[in-house]
């Protein structure tokens, strides 16, 4: 299951991405496109959403960023929509209320809401752009400026620095595979004929789904599916994410003194090599149980860390993911530590807090049991199943997040049956879990804190040395800086 | 969802003018309810029923229920069974207007520390019980009122709705969780101040409501955090949490009379009263239009660019024309600053639904924010020549084409954005109670659809020219000194329309 901890303002909890309590219609196309339909009567709308899978896990140096740009250019026109203009003036036709496209780590997704009675105008409208877009010099060139627009962004942004930082040295074999951006200099590289073995390898329909959802009936999306997206020529799947991330270096510990960080707190995170989904894929069960085991800011593994003595600033401002990855999988825990006007001590309670952290799996992997009580095994299935009734509220949003997500990253099979291995988690699952991938299997550290308060505590810069610490910023966060 | 996602435009901005949730001139609708039954939240009493209405606000009229607890709070239930969420709001009238700029964010800050905890229910209990069941309870504010919301599944609600109650009713209000709760603002409040988007407005927001209520925010500032105090927070409590600034909205698979004797129970005794609150004044700015520029170092290569300006408020009857025509606008702004010059990565134009309402024109992420006005200006001379978009490309030469050719398209899509914005339990309370807030009525925003449809081109020419072109737009740019450096106030100072 995914999970993400972000270190925000408001952070901590891992967010949920559920699956339908009950499931969508599914059905696979002779071509091998894979339709799901999820019908869901609140409002008169359908969503429309196609995905592909690839995306950065798929980037090679040669390609990094180049997902991202041809996500763009799917926009800019194709056989029946020439222009952006024409294919933005289709979309006010149909009534669309909300049309987007988005790149990740290992899917890419296009979709538009509209009205439900449009629908069939919907997927004819994103058949032409899937199957036969038209790439132009001068629609590239412009694309690409807005692409360095955007990503100038997120390499100026703390959060992404701070997230490269870590991945770029836990993933040194491929880490372009982490980054969904590349650097400036690929992106404004790019060729027409990059684009076109792009959409050839991976924009096929064996590599992609039509997910429908909202005021619709399934009979009626299958047929529909048939009719515009049937004759999509079928192509041999790609293989990407292969060979896997190794496991990772030992001693990745970074410090980053930021300049806008938050005042008064220092966050510390640590990351463990976890399962890859295709890989290990019962593994990803325990996991996500583990993490509903581990959410409550009242339960034993959040308290047992705020009694530690170690200054953390509060239970809900803990988080323990697992965001489930096809590509170099990975645990992530984070907290907040106050900080008062000396930093000195900071790496220090850091380690201390990595001890008690590794100090609780010991104990979890012991006797998970004992350490949670017997009920919370329950309990956190329950909940599990409840984040999942929660997500499926919204069609459009769960067409075009959960639905999306899972189907991209573990497939069709792994999400049918999601529940029912979820279900059949044992505490001794848990505590073997626990045992492979935490005990003793060291984990990397990141520390960030606000620059001055770092920069006024010289013995803590002198402690980084000590304790193995490299400092990161913007300007060595990145793979292609490295 | 995914923080890591990229989306080829800000979904955000791009859908911002769609979100517009309600519709104008209901003329004569007072904030005082005369209404059906005498319910004081239907101020337009059994009309409502014989305006015409659509199929799909007819059918939603059939799904509510309404009662007044016995010291008079309106409580308005729709039935919902298209998932299995429960949602309820308490509405508290006076959101950070109410304040002022030394006391902004004290309602917020007061509503999480009831959450916290209650008479009955301590710290410990509510975490655990809200985790148990994957539900949440919070207070939020706005410039207008603030919301302290449950929101739940079904199988829990009956054990939830007590928690609810009891920490509105008998908050603890400890020391440790009011200091708990204050760090927690301040905290977000640098969270705001990091991100150069949300400095963006930030800084926008302090020059544009200058000696106006809104300048008290909701979130609070530096100052006004720092002398907050748990006695100031149970002061407000003391003052708004009375019958007469309250109302409750509930949506979901209710049973209405199980749900009343439960809220008369639990909120029946809070005591009646309440401050008289009036609306924010709408927003003046005399003058030339202005920019400040705001050094963001971080920002290396990018910029972002915002300017607002006073527009009409819902209950006016140029709102929906000026929201259409703001929608025109974002398009064309997206044809000419990101399609034909590649010069940003989002683009909007927008009018919000606040009681003093305004609109923006803003480019989030953009490399040449000097350069960019050119272009927004290019874009507002095809719209003040009474042009969008086009619906067919080939119409002409340069793609645009005269606003009644494409108003029934726009005008769909803005009835599309209604349905859209009630697709889940939550979403419709906040309609809703904005309804009520706003209008007096509750019901309100189901006109939406009708007010659309009444929309022509001449109203949408008029209300621009009325409220955009011409205004005094207060502009922010805000990047790294060396983007920044050639956006030059003297190419900021008018916002005519006019062709250059």
Redesign the interface.
């Known amino acids: 299951m995914k999970r993400r901890i972000a270190i925000a303002a408001v952070l901590a909890l891992a967010s949920a991405i559920g699956l339908a309590a009950a499931p969508p219609a599914h059905k696979r196309l002779a071509n091998g496109l894979e339709v799901f339909a999820v019908e869901n009567h609140a409002v008169p709308l359908a969503t429309v959403c196609l995905v592909f899978r690839g995306a950065a896990s798929a980037q090679t140096p040669e390609t990094a960023g180049l997902f991202h740009l041809y996500e763009h250019m799917l926009f800019d026109g194709n056989e029946k929509y020439p222009t952006q203009a024409a294919f933005m003036a289709a979309l006010k036709k149909m009534g669309v209320t909300g049309w987007n496209g988005g790149t990740g780590t290992e899917y890419i997704n296009y979709y538009v809401t509209l009205p439900s009675e449009r629908l069939a105008e919907g997927l004819d409208f994103w058949s032409w752009a899937v199957k036969k877009p038209v790439f132009e010099p001068e629609k590239l060139k412009r694309e690409k400026e807005v692409v360095i627009n955007e990503i100038r962004g997120y390499h100026a942004d703390p959060e992404e620095i701070a997230q490269n930082a870590l991945e770029s040295r836990l993933f040194p074999e491929h880490p372009w595979r982490k980054n969904i951006d590349g650097p400036e200099s690929v992106v404004a590289g790019a060729t027409i004929r990059q684009l076109e073995a792009m959409r050839d390898g991976f924009y096929i329909p064996s590599n992609a789904a039509l997910l429908v959802g909202g005021d619709v009936k399934a009979s009626e999306v299958f047929a529909l599916a048939e009719k515009y997206y049937g004759d999509w020529p079928s192509a041999a799947s790609p293989v990407f994410g292969e060979p896997p991330h190794g496991a990772f270096p030992k001693g990745v510990a970074l410090v980053y003194p930021d300049d806008n960080y938050y005042g008064g707190v220092a966050s510390a995170g640590f990351r463990w090599r976890g399962p890859d989904v295709l890989r290990q894929a019962k593994d990803t069960y325990a996991s996500d149980i583990l993490l509903f085991l581990l959410s409550s800011p009242v339960g034993r593994f959040k308290t047992a860390l705020m009694d530690a003595g170690l200054g953390l600033y509060d239970p809900e401002y803990i988080g323990f993911g697992y965001p489930t990855a096809r590509d170099g999988g990975n645990y992530q825990f984070a907290a907040f530590l106050l900080l008062g006007p000396d930093a000195s001590d900071i790496l220090e309670r850091t380690e201390a807090l990595r001890e008690a952290v590794d100090a609780e799996f010991g104990l979890i992997a012991k006797d998970p049991a004992a350490y949670f009580g017997e009920a919370e095994l329950t309990k956190a299935k329950t909940k599990l199943i409840d984040q999942n009734l929660l997500s499926e509220e919204v069609a459009s949003l769960f067409v075009t997040g959960a639905l999306t997500f899972w189907w991209s990253v573990a497939g069709a099979d792994y999400y049918f049956d999601y529940e029912k291995d979820c279900q059949a988690v044992s505490w001794a699952d848990i505590s073997s879990l626990v045992e492979r991938y935490f005990i003793g299997a060291g984990s990397a550290s990141m520390v960030r804190l606000r620059a001055d308060a770092y920069a006024a505590s010289p013995l803590a810069a002198e402690s980084a040395a000590e304790l193995g610490y490299s400092e990161i910023g913007p300007d060595n966060a990145f793979w292609w800086q490295l | ?9 800000l ?1 955000a901005l ?2 911002a003018v ?1 979100l517009a949730s309600l519709a104008s001139s209901c003329a004569g609708l007072g904030a005082a309810g005369k209404g059906s039954g005498g319910f004081p939240l239907a101020a337009m009493g059994d009309s409502f029923g014989g305006r015409g209405l659509s199929d ?1 606000a007819k059918v939603n009229l059939k799904s509510f229920e309404t009662f007044v607890l016995s010291n008079g709070i309106p409580v308005i239930v729709k039935k ?1 069974d ?4 429960r949602h309820i709001s308490l509405v508290i009238r006076g959101g950070s207007a109410a304040s002022s700029p030394e006391t902004a964010g004290i309602e917020s800050l007061a509503l999480k520390v009831m959450a916290r905890g209650s008479a009955l229910y301590g ?2 209990a509510i ?2 019980l809200l ?4 539900s949440s309870l919070g207070g939020t504010s706005d410039f207008d009122a603030s919301y302290y919301s449950l929101n739940t ?1 079904d199988k829990y609600f009956d054990r939830l709705l007590p928690l609810w109650i009891d920490t509105i009713a008998r908050p603890a209000f400890a020391q440790a969780d009011f200091d ?1 709760e204050l ?2 603002a ?9 991100d ?1 988007w949300s400095k963006t407005g930030l800084s926008a927001n302090e020059l544009f409501f200058a000696g106006h209520p809104y300048a008290a925010s909701p979130e609070g500032n530096a100052a006004s955090l720092a002398a907050a105090s748990l006695e100031s927070v149970e002061a407000w409590y003391g003052r708004r949490l009375r019958a007469g600034n309250l109302f409750v909205v509930a949506v979901g698979g209710y049973d209405a009379a199980s749900l009343r004797a439960s809220l008369e129970k639990g909120l029946g005794a809070i005591p009646a009263g309440g401050e008289k609150l009036a609306k924010a004044p709408a927003i003046a700015h005399p003058g030339p239009g202005s920019l400040a520029k705001v050094e963001f ?6 910029g972002y660019l915002r300017g607002d300006f006073p527009a009409p408020a819902i209950d006016d009857p140029d709102y929906v024309a000026l929201s259409i025509g703001m929608s025109i606008f974002s ?1 064309l702004l ?2 000419v600053v ?8 989002s683009p909007m134009a927008t009018v919000r639904s606040f009681d003093a309402n305004y609109g923006t024109v803003a480019l989030y ?3 040449v924010p000097g350069k960019a006005k050119a272009y927004i200006d290019e874009a507002a001379a095809v719209l003040a020549s009474g042009r969008g ?5 080939e119409y002409s030469a340069d ?1 645009y084409a005269p606003i009644p050719e ?1 108003l029934d ?2 005008k ?2 803005f ?3 209604t ?2 914005s ?4 939550a979403a419709i309370a906040a309609q809703i109670a904005r309804s009520a807030l706003s209008t007096g009525d509750y019901r309100y925003y189901l006109l939406m659809v009708d007010r659309i449809g009444a929309a022509t081109s001449e109203d949408i020419g008029d209300a621009l020219r009325k409220h955009l072109f011409g205004a005094k737009l207060t502009w922010v740019a805000l990047g790294a000194a060396d983007v920044i450096a050639d956006a030059r106030s003297e190419d900021f100072a008018a916002f005519s329309g006019a062709s250059k």
């Open positions: 969802m995914n923080a890591r996602t990229r989306r080829y435009a979904a791009a859908a769609l799909f919902s298209s998932s299995r969420v710290y410990e975490r655990g985790d148990e069941t994957s599944l708990k760090s927690n301040i905290l977000a409040l640098q969270s705001k101040e990091q150069p170092p971080q920002s290396k290569g990018v398009d997206f044809h990101r399609d034909k010059y590649g010069a940003v990565y992420k953009t490399s978009m086009a619906l067919d490309p793609g494409i398209s726009i769909g899509q009835v599309n954005s349905y859209e009630q697709a889940s339990n």
